[in-house]
């Protein structure tokens, strides 16, 4: 009996002893953060595929190498992005995600919030439709006849579908929607572009005033504007540049910062593209396979710009698909940020110590050039201005008519009167596919000027060739992706939120 009983004490507690066993790994597998964890796991595995194959379907549009299929990843996307499990986990999730230890799980839960917040518009079917149809009509060599195809209509069609979604979410309209999605956030972008309206309007009106008493008129026109601008971009961006070989040039001037272009999983092509297609550089799997083919004739800074959006990925180390930051849903990426990236590599080649070197330009010509760059800037400004301020009173005023809009603005903006101020249509490829983006490269000249500023304090004015500054970009921009917020980023690397008194320093604007 005692033996039996001893025997039954001890089957006791080994059965006692395994449940409890079984019930701790129930409870390790069954904790709710592990369980969150793979879920997501498996879900970014599923985004990433995708995001490779609408990458390559992109490479093939562009560069003809085979043909390109853009329509089924879209649609795998619009599966993955539908998804009740991953939608109720997130909306679960999400309110309490400071809950988390993990912060690159919480990092991820964020990110997974504005990808599907994002997608309930863009990705919506309706949405979908409409835009697949636009994009069809202005495919560059598409087959469909687009003569009878009222594109104005429908883009405002587009604009007003977009802003329905947006109001349905809970969202004044889809301006308010996308600035929470692209991490500037709505208040902080219109305080932005009321500074900097501000603070450009004495040196521009100088500019103005002087066009006028020079031709003797009261009329400032447009056509005066389009020489600033001109005079701008001609003199901002090296000339006589001595090799005609842009690919080896871009080899050249990242070795000179201690980047080894041969060893990365880099694809640069130069052909001749399609009229209209200038080109388009494509991170097609971070951190492994980036590529950019490019039209004949393109200036080295946008050959720069591109390879910016490949170090911006290739360096990209965090491992984790939905903080890799791929492009093709708004609100994965800051994409003024990514543009920063692209335009911190372009100032490479406006840097006076590189432009001595790799240009036949003397240093007073150079010197010149800066000059003329930074009397026309605030006109460059002001063009970036109107140019996204345009589009985006549109959505926030979709019963207002274009051409009105565009007027209002341009006497804002230009100074010019509105009576004589030709105004566009809605036939943009960028409104359909890239909405409320154009502000991004304004940003992005900010963050690069930034960026620059601070590469020369810690590492003087040759600071171009100095191997140790690849390794500093690395470092602070590009190795975490989107684990931290684009403002943090800069803050870690430059020692400061953006900038702007300094970015208008750097172009002596007062
Ligand atoms: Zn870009």
Redesign the pocket.
């Known amino acids: 009996m005692k033996k039996y009983s001893v025997n039954k004490f001890k089957m006791k507690n080994i059965l006692l002893l395994s449940f409890s066993l079984f019930i701790f790994i129930n409870i390790a597998c069954s904790n709710p953060e592990n369980d969150l964890n793979n879920f997501l796991t498996k879900k970014e595995i599923q985004y990433e595929e995708i995001a490779f194959e609408i990458g390559d379907a992109y490479w093939n549009f562009y560069s003809a190498e085979a043909e390109a299929d853009l329509k089924s990843p879209k649609q795998k996307f619009y599966n993955l992005l539908h998804n009740d499990t991953l939608n109720t986990l997130i909306n679960t999730w999400y309110p309490k995600r400071n809950e988390i230890t993990d912060t690159i799980l919480q990092r991820r839960i964020e990110k997974w919030h504005l990808v599907l917040l994002s997608a309930s518009v863009e990705y919506d079917k309706e949405v979908m439709e409409l835009r697949n149809e636009l994009e069809e009509m202005m495919e560059v060599s598409g087959e469909k006849d687009n003569s009878n195809y009222d594109f104005d209509g429908k883009m405002l069609e587009l604009i007003k579908l977009r802003n329905q979604k947006s109001i349905e979410l809970g969202y004044d309209n889809y301006v308010h929607l996308s600035f929470e999605t692209n991490g500037l956030g709505y208040e902080w972008f219109m305080d932005f572009v009321n500074q900097m309206g501000k603070l450009t309007y004495a040196p521009y009106n100088n500019l103005v005033e002087k066009v006028k008493d020079e031709n003797n008129t009261k009329d400032f026109e447009q056509r005066n504007l389009f020489q600033f601008i001109g005079q701008f971009y001609g003199n901002n961006d090296p000339i006589k540049v001595k090799t005609k070989d842009n690919i080896e040039l871009v080899k050249i001037s990242l070795n000179n910062i201690g980047i080894n272009y041969d060893e990365l999983p880099a694809k640069l092509v130069e052909m001749k593209l399609p009229d209209g297609v200038g080109g388009q550089g494509l991170m097609i799997n971070i951190p492994n396979d980036f590529r950019a083919v490019m039209t004949l004739g393109m200036d080295i800074s946008v050959w720069m710009?591109e390879m910016g959006?490949g170090l911006h990925g290739l360096f990209n180390s965090i491992n984790t698909p939905i903080l890799e930051g791929y492009e093709w849903i708004p609100g994965n990426a800051n994409a003024s940020f990514a543009?920063g990236m692209?335009e911190t590599s372009a100032w490479f080649s406006r840097n006076i110590e590189w432009q001595k070197k790799y240009t036949n330009l003397t240093e007073v010509q150079i010197n010149e050039r800066k000059l003329i760059a930074n009397k026309y800037a605030p006109a460059f400004i002001r063009y970036h201005l109107y140019n996204f301020m345009r589009e985006t009173e549109l959505y926030l005023n979709p019963e207002k008519d274009y051409d009105e809009i565009q007027k209002e603005l341009a006497k804002k903006y230009f100074l010019i009167d509105s009576e004589k101020f030709r105004t566009q249509g809605l036939k943009n490829i960028i409104y359909v596919s890239y909405p409320l983006y154009l502000q991004n490269y304004l940003l992005a000249d900010i963050v690069a000027c930034q960026i620059h500023n601070t590469l020369e304090e810690k590492f003087g004015k040759d600071y171009a060739f100095n191997k140790e500054v690849g390794a500093y970009l690395i470092q602070h921009f590009y190795s975490k992706g989107e684990y931290y917020d684009w403002n943090k980023r800069l803050e870690k690397g430059t020692g400061k939120a953006l900038d702007i008194n300094s970015y208008l320093d750097y172009y002596e604007i007062k």
């Open positions: 710009h959006h543009e692209a």
